[in-house]
């Protein structure tokens, strides 16, 4: 039988981590679930788009609620059910969410920062799929570069005999390929500047 657990003792056990996480996370599961459905189902969703909506937010909620800024305000089920809501309605085509549709302005606010996340992890994803295509050489040059390394740090953990100026000009050499790439992908292209500029 699963044990029950109050908002703040799955906070403690998400804190935690191993097996306390785990069982914490079962009960929070089964618990929201249904709810987490019924919101998207009654808004035109399907359980499966809920369903996927969950499966990308835990992580980022999870992540948010063991910071050290968090404070608990509402119940952790209400937070948890409008970030998913917020990432299915925000991924739904024309269809524009308006802060206005909570009631809580302070669960909006978080949502809102959980959603960020979301589209953080996501676009990291995708442009580390790309350089990857583009060979190990320029991957390592361009993730270096995103990652605001020097053209100096770069030349030296990439071996660049030629100091600084070979690195720029590798970087040059990867990023026009990367344009090229991108521009020979258009659905590519177009979900990573969606993902950034939204």
Known sequence: MTR????????????AGGDVRNRAWEFAYKDWCNRVVGTIVHK??????????????????????????FALRNRLSSY???C??????GGKKGRKLDLVEFE?????????????????????RVLDETLARLGERCHAILRQFMESFSMREIAEKMGFAGGEQVAKNEKRKCQER???????????KAHIQNLRYG
């Open 104 to 124: 809580n302005h302070h669960l909006a606010e978080f949502a809102e920062s959980v959603e960020a996340d979301i589209i953080q992890g996501e676009l990291a």
């Open 44 to 69: 035109g969703g399907s359980r499966e788009e809920a369903k996927d909506a969950m499966q990308d937010a835990y992580g980022p909620f999870e992540r948010r609620i063991c910071r050290a800024d």
């Open 84 to 89: 998913v809501y917020r990432h299915w309605a």
């Open 178 to 188: 990367l344009e090229t790439y991108l521009d020979e992908h258009p659905a590519i």
């Open 4 to 15: 029950s657990y109050t908002d703040q003792q799955i906070i403690e056990a998400f804190r």
């Open 80 to 82: 948890f059910v409008t």
